[in-house]
């Protein structure tokens, strides 16, 4: 772990490199309980929760605002929902009569009302009516933070910021407005976690491991986080600020002159053509494809759709975001991969229930064959999408070939649904992620079943090496340059070809230039990376 070095600098292990400055954001858990306090004026606490429920329909307001622009009105619905709620009578009513009866403070009432309302919710016949009990959960936590100041991750009116906090899961990142992140510095975290995949994504400076105190550093702090030396600096001072700006200005001047290979072939010196795709998790994220000149996605991690609610994503919403990324995209490929939830990426309403090792468990295809009406939803609206633009789906956590024949059948039950009722759809491309050793030592059987592999390597990697690569600990022992990895990647590619199908590598791996050669080498024919990097592996691809 890092160490405090002096004054207000700490070094952290680097996400990525770059460097920035700006104001700190500081995110911290809410995990302090709501405290029961006697009060003298009722009317006076039953005055704030109106006042904390005004400021919370603004602030869904601007939620709304941002999520139609985003992802649409039909997924921007819930705000709308959360605002109706706060102006229902029963609930204000609730609250005022606790407080009024048991004169106590204005944050315990909400939060005794949120749990009442909340199980009787749940305890109905109605799905919808059940699922609106995560709904004032999520209401009466918002109004408690209003009321006692609490700095909620409520990223509505944030600044460009440094962000801090002790850890952040990908839930919590999903949420954030990407535009206004200037830097990741956590606590806690992997430089394989799905934070630092963000990061890399967007291009910023990211640290994980510094052991610094969170209640020593407060928003509106000034930062320094410099992604190559692995430090951050708060409160710089007027010396340490100007030769922070004179780095940021060498590094714009990189980054202009990378500006250069845009339009350009991604082509060896000897003609050897390969594709180069990008890596995104939102519909959002299409922006980075198209500014940073990739030739296609490569992966487009489903999951974060499903992330960050409280219940399951409908077909039509599925639909309706896979559409805009096909259409948005033209003629490029997209290759959406299917739902890979579980290990580090939870959502409590899939009841997925704890386990002694999730990498390993239930995860990925393996709820999508056990519960098959969830993919078959997925399914049916991939489909639908696909007969809209050059759409290709990828199956994760392959490890056998009876998987794929399994997939294969939900696949023709629900073309036959979807011909039944007359609605336009496309039997796209299919591919699988190779990512088990499993799935390694039979890609030749499975690239007779399949149209594509993309290579995972960061969880082909974790299987390999058996390193869970969240554990801290174990990262000095996490090699992703492995002999062993390597000769994986040749012996996949190899199989693959023999049947005359593509191969490309989707994981962290893809945008390493120490590899970019070996990758051409070795007959890859596409490597799909963070947006940022496309130009980086571009610019690696036309020396060689």
Aim: net charge negative; aromatic share 6%; hydrophobic share 40%.
């Amino acid at each position: 772990m890092a160490e405090k070095v002096s004054g207000m600098k700490y070094f952290g292990k680097t996400v990525y490199s770059g460097i920035t400055m700006g104001k700190v954001l500081v995110l911290r858990s809410n995990q302090e309980p709501i405290r029961r306090a006697k009060i003298e004026d009722a009317e006076h606490e039953i005055s704030r929760v109106h006042d904390a429920a005004e400021n919370a329909k603004q602030q869904l307001g601007a939620l709304y605002e941002k999520a139609v622009k985003e992802v649409g009105e039909s997924n921007a619905a819930i705000f709308e929902v959360h605002q109706m709620m706060l102006e229902d009578d029963d609930y204000l009513d609730a609250i005022s009569h606790i407080i009024r009866t048991e004169m106590v403070n204005a944050e315990y009432a909400v939060a005794i009302t949120g749990d009442n309302f909340a199980g009787m919710f749940a305890g109905m016949e109605d799905e919808y009516m059940r699922a609106r009990a995560a709904d004032v959960k999520d209401i009466s936590a918002r109004l408690v933070r209003n009321l006692s100041g609490q700095e909620g991750i409520d990223f509505t009116a944030m600044e460009p910021s440094v962000i801090v906090a002790d850890d952040l899961s990908p839930s919590e990142t999903v949420q954030m407005d990407k535009k206004k992140i200037l830097a990741f510095v956590t606590v806690h975290g992997s430089v394989n976690s799905h934070t630092a995949i963000l990061a890399r994504m967007m291009n910023i400076p990211a640290l994980v491991g510094v052991t610094l105190n969170l209640n020593e550093i407060h928003t509106g702090m000034t930062a320094i986080v410099d992604g190559a030396a692995g430090e951050v600096i708060f409160e710089p001072t007027g010396k340490e600020c100007s030769e922070a700006e004179e780095k940021i200005r060498n590094e714009q001047e990189k980054a202009r002159l990378l500006q250069e290979l845009k339009g350009r072939k991604n082509e060896t010196r000897d003609g050897r053509t390969i594709n180069i795709y990008a890596n995104i998790g939102s519909v959002s994220d299409v922006g980075y494809v198209l500014e940073n000149d990739a030739g296609g996605i490569g992966l487009f991690r489903s999951e974060f759709l499903y992330l960050g609610r409280d219940n399951f994503p409908t077909e039509e919403e599925q639909f309706q975001a896979y559409k805009q990324v096909v259409q948005t995209m033209g003629q490029k490929k997209v290759v959406i991969r299917t739902l890979d939830i579980g290990a580090d990426k939870q959502a409590d309403y899939f009841s997925l229930g704890k386990e002694d090792n999730p990498a390993m468990g239930y995860r990925a295809i393996r709820i999508c064959l056990k519960q098959p009406e969830i993919f078959k939803t997925q399914l049916r609206a991939l489909l639908r999408a696909a007969a809209y633009g050059n759409l290709s789906v990828m199956y994760p956590m392959i490890t056998s070939a009876d998987e794929i024949r399994q997939i294969k059948k939900i696949v023709g039950e629900v073309e036959q649904e979807l011909k039944r009722d007359e609605i336009p759809y496309r039997i796209p491309e299919q591919g699988i992620m190779i990512e088990t050793p499993a799935a390694v030592m039979v890609s030749d059987e499975l690239a007779e079943l399949t149209d594509f592999f993309s290579i995972g390597t960061n969880d082909l990697t974790q299987y390999t090496l058996a390193i869970d690569r969240q554990n801290q600990k174990l990262e000095d022992f996490y090699n992703p340059h492995h002999k062993a990895i390597l000769r994986m990647i040749k012996m996949v590619v190899d199989n693959a070809h023999q049947c005359g199908k593509w191969v490309g590598i989707c994981g962290e791996l893809g945008a390493d230039t120490a590899l970019t050669e070996e990758f051409v080498n070795m007959g890859v024919d596409e490597l799909s990376v963070a947006p940022p990097m496309v130009l980086k592996v571009r610019e690696k691809v036309r020396s060689i």
